[in-house]
């Protein structure tokens, strides 16, 4: 098993800045590529980025290429997700999910934190 818990969410303006963590334990975590996917209300479940297990390989889906840039830290367990140039249609619950392989589909996914809520005012 594999836990997952996101912080960083909160409220932040239009044009603003906002760092969302994920910290994992339970199993090695340099054993996983790491999501970021994100759930605004009424709406499925999307896929914003990936990165691999040694993180040398990203990719960012296109609604917010140029603006959310996806790393992590191996030693400490832990990925980012660093938005900037945030939007109002930015706004939705914010996932991280873990599995063995690098994938950008919503099922592909085997472990999930519980999401941090991420809110854009205008």
């Known amino acids: 098993q594999v836990q997952l818990v996101e912080s960083g969410g909160g409220l932040a303006q239009a044009g603003g800045s906002l760092r969302l963590s994920c910290a994992a334990s339970?199993?090695?975590?340099?054993?996983?590529?790491m999501g970021w996917f994100r759930q605004a209300p009424g709406k499925e479940r999307e896929f914003v980025a990936v990165?691999?297990?040694?993180?040398?390989?990203?990719y960012i889906a296109d609604s917010v290429k140029g603006r959310f840039t996806i790393s992590r830290d191996n030693a400490k367990n832990t990925v980012y997700l660093q938005m900037n140039s945030l939007k109002p249609e930015d706004t939705a619950v914010y996932y991280c999910?873990?599995?063995?392989?690098?994938?950008?589909?919503?099922?592909?996914?085997?472990?999930w934190g519980q999401g941090t809520q991420v809110t854009v005012s205008s």
């Open positions: 999910a873990a599995d063995s392989s690098y994938k950008l589909g919503v099922d592909d996914y085997d472990y």
């Open positions: 990165i691999s297990r040694n993180g040398l390989r990203t």
């Open positions: 339970g199993r090695t975590f340099s054993n996983y590529a």
